[in-house]
């Protein structure tokens, strides 16, 4: 019987500690258990710390998981509460994803500040995003945009917004909804014309390999169809070596006992693209992705990324 309180391990931007709680209020739910059995225990990451710099220049996504990483492996945490698409397709060894919570909306989100569209941008107008993806797919839209590097937190990117840096940004409709500031939206982004990031959306739960009891504990909040959904994405990640420094898009989604992934790799400036377009039985949710992925790349040839990266 657990007498001391399990402990979460969260980043401490505003949008991590409200998945951390969502994690935690659904645990209570689901075992009917008290509040106090939850502590949830805040870190600052390398990749919250340094904001001044694409993180395609400072080492990658780990930079948001690696400290919490560290005390999940020395024991100090039981679990951690991530965004999915920040973690890693490669995680340290002795650790797994072991639970994903149900998917938010996958779309991205415009927030214009002179004008309610992509399209509706005067020539020559400005976005501000951190992400090489968002960067390709509006270059391949609007090519006369310019593109500034936005990073910090969704409260700090809208006040930099309202401040006049950028006519418009780009933020996940997920973590925005999650926030309760779905009013600041002027636009979302048809995910057939402007694929998410593969597992945006979704918030996944991360701990050691072995640990029978907090794998019987996340058990009963993992989502299975955005669980399958996910593994698929991460695998097509994983089959392109994907990370920071490729703009990569694609998600899967999973109807009855089928799944169905779409794939997007791109060049930075959006002109040169592959898609790819796969399904089969969600019992196969993480070969599909691989293959998904192996087959762009194939497509692609083999100097597609080193050309560029």
């Not at 402990?7 to 209020?25: F, K, V």
């Not at 659904?26 to 106090?36: I, K, Y």
């Not at 973590?175 to 998410?196: C, I, N, S, Y």
């Not at 898009?249 to 992934?261: F, I, N, P, Q, S």
Request: proline share 6%.
């Amino acid at each position: 019987m657990q007498t001391k309180p399990f402990r979460i391990g969260t980043r401490g931007s505003p949008l991590a500690l409200a998945q951390a709680a969502e994690t935690r209020a659904r645990l209570m739910a689901a075992h009917n258990l008290p509040e106090e059995m939850f502590e949830i225990v805040v870190l600052s990451t390398t990749g919250d710390r340094v904001v001044d710099r694409p993180l395609s220049e400072i080492g990658g996504k780990g930079l948001f998981t690696l400290e919490l990483e560290e005390q999940l492996t020395s024991g100090e945490l039981d679990f951690a509460v991530h965004s999915s698409k920040d973690m890693p397709t490669v995680l340290p060894e002795g650790l797994h994803i072991s639970a994903y919570l149900p998917r938010e909306d996958i779309r991205d989100a415009l927030i214009g500040r002179t004008a309610p569209s992509l399209t509706a941008l005067p020539d020559g107008a400005t976005v501000g995003t951190a992400s090489l993806r968002r960067q390709a797919l509006v270059r391949r839209i609007r090519p006369d945009i310019q593109v500034t590097i936005f990073r910090g937190s969704v409260g700090t990117r809208l006040r930099k917004l309202d401040e006049g840096h950028v006519d418009a940004t780009l933020l996940a409709f997920a973590g925005l909804k999650r926030l309760a500031r779905e009013e600041v939206v002027t636009e979302l982004l048809d995910p057939t014309e402007f694929p998410p990031a593969p597992a945006q959306g979704a918030i996944c739960i991360e701990s050691r390999i072995g640990d029978k009891r907090i794998d019987a504990l996340l058990e009963a909040v993992n989502h299975r169809p955005t669980y399958d959904a996910v593994s698929c994405e991460r695998a097509f990640l994983l089959a392109l070596d994907g990370s920071c420094r490729t703009p990569i898009a694609g998600y899967a989604l999973c109807e009855g006992d089928k799944l169905r992934v779409s794939g997007l790799i791109l060049t930075p400036d959006g002109q040169q693209e592959y898609a790819v377009e796969l399904e089969g039985e969600r019992a196969d949710a993480e070969r599909i992705g691989r293959r998904a992925g192996e087959t762009v790349r194939t497509a692609a040839g083999p100097g597609f990324f080193e050309t560029w990266t």
